[in-house]
């Protein structure tokens, strides 16, 4: 069983930044891609943006491109999602997820179905 640990929701105003962390073991952060969704109430979960650990290459829905980047640091096993210019419509409980590490560059749409062993998740809310 992977285990991954995300941090860093909150409450936010419109327009501003939250950094969300998702630790994970060394293994994981190697081998597998490492894939944020979110889901709001009342909706499935989304997928947001994910990077690979072979080579750090990412990808990125289309309703966050150029608002989200996803990075790592590799000497602490963790992946972040660094989110600018936030939105009410970007309110959700946000998750971390393991998959197989083709996956997040193989597909235009980050396939939700291939990632798994998800984290506790975190909530970021923003007001308008």
């Known amino acids: 069983q992977l285990q991954l640990v995300e941090s860093g929701g909150g409450l936010v105003q419109t327009g501003g930044s939250l950094r969300l962390s998702c630790k994970v073991s060394q293994f994981v952060m190697d081998y597998y891609a490492i894939g944020w969704f979110r889901q709001a109430p009342g909706k499935e979960r989304e997928a947001v943006s994910c990077i690979r650990g072979r080579d750090g290459s990412t990808n990125y829905a289309s309703s966050v491109k150029g608002r989200f980047t996803v990075s790592r640091d590799t000497a602490k096993n963790i992946i972040y999602l660094q989110m600018n210019d936030l939105k009410p419509e970007d309110t959700a409980v946000y998750y971390c997820?393991?998959?197989?590490?083709?996956?997040?560059?193989?597909?235009?749409?980050?396939?939700?179905?291939?990632?798994?062993?998800w984290g506790q998740g975190t909530q970021v809310t923003v007001s308008s």
């Open positions: 997820g393991a998959g197989a590490d083709y996956v997040c560059s193989a597909y235009e749409t980050i396939p939700r179905d291939a990632f798994g062993s």
